[in-house]
C-alpha cells in the first residue's frame, strides 16, 4: 500500500488543488476594463443588462441584482412581509446566511431536518415545524441540487407561507426543466467566487410576482422611488424630486461587478456541462469505495453542482474524518466542510438553540468533506482528487 503523505510518503500531487475556484478569462477582464473606461461605475447599463440577462437565463419575470447573496435573503424576508415574533423555516446544513436573514427582521429560524440521502430540506420535518407563527420557508438547494419543489410549494399553499429558495448554489439547476429563479415565490443567488457565476461579490432576487418585486427594488436601495405612480406625494418640484417610501438599505451592485457578470453568464451553460462531467467522473471513481457515500440526487432536478461532497463512512474506517481531512491536506488535496450545523455556533447557543434538534443534520455534518469542484479542472486535477481519496481510504480502510 502507499505510504501517505503524512507519514512521509510522497504527495500526489505538488502544488495544492482547493475545493473551489473562478474561472476569469480575457473577455471577463475585458467586460471589466470597458466599464471602468465608461461613465458608469455604478447605478448604470451594466447593472440594467444583466438583470435583464439573468431573467431571460432563468425565465423568472423580475431579477434584482444586489450586492451579495446575503443581501438578496435580506431582501427577501423583508419583501415577504417578516417581522417581529414571525417564525421562518429553514435547514441547518448551510452557510449562517440563510438563518440570520430571519434575524435580520426580527423573526426566529426554526431548523427543519434534512433528509439522509440527498441532505436538503425534509418536507416531513418542514411540516412538523410548522406553528402560527411561521410565514415563510428558506429552503436551501444545497450543494446545488434543487429542493422537492413539489412538495414544498404544496406545504406553502396549504399553511399560506412564502417559498424563498436560497439558491445560492444553484444557478443553472432546474427542476422538471425549470430554471432555479423561476419556481418559489423568492429566488435568491450568490455571486462569490466560489459560486458558478461570479462578480467577485454580488447577488440577485428574483420572482414572478410584480408586488414583491416592487418591494425588493425599494429596499435594495434605501427605499427610495423615482417613480411617480409609487410616490405618496408625489409633488412635483422638479427632475431632482425623489421619495423615500419605506426603509431600505444600499445594497446595490456597482457596474464594475456586473460588467464581470454579464460576461459569466455567458459560460454559464459550458460550466455546467464541465461541472456535470466531473460529477460524473467521482460518482463513477467513487462507486467502487464502499467506504465512501456520495449525495443522492433525485430525478427532476438536473444539477449544476456546486459543491461535491464525500461522506465518509466513519465505521468501515479506522480514522477519524479529521484524520482524513489532514491526510487529504498532507497530498496537497484541500477540502472544507460545508457546514457546521447552523445552530452549533455559539450566538445561535446563546439564543438557546439546543444541540440534537436535528439529528440527521449532525449524523451527515460528523462524515462530510467537500473535495475540489470547479470547471477550471483539468482530468488530471480529478484523477489526482480520485487517487487521493482512494489512497486515503486504502491507507484506514478496517
Ligand atoms: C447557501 C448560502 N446562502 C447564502 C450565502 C450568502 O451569500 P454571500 O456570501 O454572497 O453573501 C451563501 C454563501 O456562501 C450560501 O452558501
Known amino acids: 500500500m502507499e505510504k501517505l503523505a503524512i507519514n512521509g510518503g510522497t504527495l500526489v500531487r505538488d502544488t495544492k488543488i482547493y475545493y473551489g475556484k473562478q474561472w476569469i478569462d480575457e473577455q471577463d477582464i475585458q467586460a471589466v476594463a470597458d466599464t471602468l473606461r465608461s461613465d458608469y461605475v455604478t447605478c448604470g447599463p451594466k447593472t440594467q443588462e444583466f438583470e435583464r440577462a439573468l431573467e431571460q437565463y432563468t425565465g423568472a419575470k423580475h431579477a434584482v441584482a444586489v450586492s451579495n447573496g446575503t443581501a438578496a435573503l435580506h431582501c427577501a424576508c423583508i419583501a415577504a412581509g417578516i417581522g417581529e415574533g414571525d417564525e421562518v423555516i429553514t435547514t441547518p446544513l448551510t452557510f449562517a446566511a440563510s438563518a440570520n436573514c430571519a434575524l435580520y427582521c426580527g ?30 420557508i428558506v429552503a436551501v438547494d444545497f450543494t446545488g441540487q434543487a429542493v422537492k419543489h413539489k412538495k414544498i410549494r404544496e406545504i406553502c399553499d396549504r399553511h399560506h407561507l412564502v417559498f424563498i429558495e436560497d439558491a445560492a448554489h444553484a444557478i443553472a439547476t432546474t427542476y422538471d426543466g425549470v430554471q432555479v429563479g423561476n419556481l418559489a415565490d423568492i429566488t435568491t443567488f450568490s455571486f462569490h467566487p466560489v459560486k458558478t457565476i461570479t462578480g467577485g461579490e454580488g447577488g440577485a432576487v428574483l420572482t414572478n410576482d410584480d408586488a414583491l418585486y416592487q418591494k425588493i427594488n425599494l429596499v435594495h436601495t434605501h427605499g427610495i422611488t423615482h417613480d411617480p405612480i ?25 457596474d464594475i461587478q456586473a460588467a464581470l457578470l454579464c460576461s459569466q453568464l455567458k459560460k454559464l451553460d ?21 467506504e465512501i457515500i456520495v449525495q443522492k440526487e433525485i430525478p427532476e432536478s ?12 466513519l465505521e468501515k474506517l479506522s480514522c477519524t474524518r479529521r484524520e482524513f481531512f489532514d491526510a487529504m491536506s498532507a497530498e496537497n488535496v484541500q477540502c472544507q466542510i460545508h457546514y457546521v450545523p447552523v445552530y452549533w455556533f455559539p450566538y445561535y447557543q446563546k439564543l438557546g438553540y439546543e444541540k440534537g434538534i436535528c439529528p440527521v443534520a449532525e449524523e451527515i455534518y460528523k462524515g462530510i468533506m467537500s473535495i475540489p469542484l470547479y470547471p477550471k479542472m483539468t482530468d488530471k486535477d480529478v484523477q489526482d482528487v480520485i487517487q487521493t481519496v482512494t489512497k486515503v481510504v486504502g491507507n484506514y480502510r478496517r
Not at 440527498?118 to 407563527?133: G, H
Not at 459550458?270 to 464502499?290: C, G, H, N, S, T
Not at 438536473?302 to 463512512?313: A, K, P, S
Request: net charge negative; proline share 6%.
Open 107 to 136: 423573526a426566529r429560524p426554526v431548523f427543519a431536518d434534512v433528509e439522509m440521502d440527498t441532505y436538503n430540506i425534509d418536507p416531513e420535518s418542514i411540516e412538523a415545524k410548522i406553528t402560527d407563527r411561521t410565514k415563510a
Open 230 to 254: 409609487l410616490m405618496e406625494e408625489p409633488v412635483h418640484e422638479g427632475p431632482w424630486y425623489y421619495e423615500q417610501i419605506m426603509l431600505g438599505y444600499n445594497y446595490r451592485i456597482t
Open 270 to 290: 459550458a460550466f455546467k456541462a464541465r461541472r456535470k462531467q466531473i460529477v460524473q467522473m467521482y460518482d463513477e471513481a467513487f462507486a467502487k469505495l464502499p
Open 302 to 313: 438536473d444539477t449544476c453542482r456546486h459543491l461535491y461532497i464525500i461522506r465518509l463512512d
